[in-house]
């Protein structure tokens, strides 16, 4: 098992595209996270599945942002309709226990909208 | 929104100083988690420590947990070039999704 994988690493669009990318989360965690981070702040959290099943979404999640996981492996987060202030690092973590042992975070996308 | 606060927002030090990172929170935790992160990249979990617990050790960091001030400290002993990071602490909820609410983190700079 080689952790969280997120694809792509880098994203560069222009404004109104469409972009989606994907988490690869550890086998066996049923617990995955989207997180948004922006320059000099701390992850914001997105949206959250356990196993296939969105069970809470931020305020910060906007009708142009769509998250899915299914049959419960990998999960990918769709922002339709870009703009800049979209601009950040979109971190996905997963977890089996997360009161115990913690997140295991990606190296996240960083998406830079132009 | 964001948890906590985090102080400082920056520390300089020399190789082989200790670095203290404090953490403030608002609401009641389950536990409290401190990452690391290389520029550029994702968050790396260092340590955990649960609401019971008042300290916790691993290797060269030790966490302080205090519930009735609501604070946190992260000591890394003996620093390295390599500790060179932002250290973020984040507050695990009680129930629901356990999301983690991260503060802005402190930007440490070991100088060698």
């Known amino acids: 098992d080689t952790g969280v994988s997120q694809d792509p690493r880098h994203k560069i669009t222009k404004r109104g595209q469409n972009v989606t990318f994907r988490c690869d989360p550890i086998s066996e965690h049923n617990r995955l996270y989207w997180y948004r981070q922006t320059l000099g702040q701390g992850p914001e959290f997105l949206t959250y599945f356990q196993n296939e099943a969105q069970l809470e979404k931020s305020r910060l999640l906007s009708d142009r942002f769509s998250a899915e996981r299914p049959k419960g492996s990998f999960s990918t987060l769709e922002i339709q309709r870009t703009e800049q202030g979209d601009s950040a690092m979109y971190l996905c973590a997963s977890s089996l226990s997360p009161g115990l042992s913690g997140y295991t975070f990606g190296s996240g996308t960083r998406l830079t909208v132009v | 929104s964001q948890q906590g606060e985090e102080d400082p927002q920056a520390l300089s030090i020399q190789e082989g100083e200790n670095a203290t990172m404090n953490c403030s929170y608002k609401?009641?935790?389950?536990?409290l988690q401190w990452y690391r992160q290389n520029s550029g990249r994702g968050l790396v979990h260092l340590i955990l420590?649960?609401?019971?617990?008042r300290e916790k050790h691993s290797g060269r960091l030790r966490v302080t947990l205090d519930t009735s001030k609501k604070s946190s400290s992260l000591l890394i002993t003996a620093s390295r070039a390599a500790d060179t990071a932002s250290y973020f602490c984040?507050?695990?909820?009680?129930?629901?999704?356990?999301?983690?609410?991260f503060g802005q983190g402190t930007r440490l700079t070991i100088n060698p």
């Open positions: 984040a507050t695990g909820e009680i129930q629901g999704a356990q999301k983690l609410v």
């Open positions: 420590i649960r609401s019971n617990e």
């Open positions: 609401t009641s935790i389950n536990n």
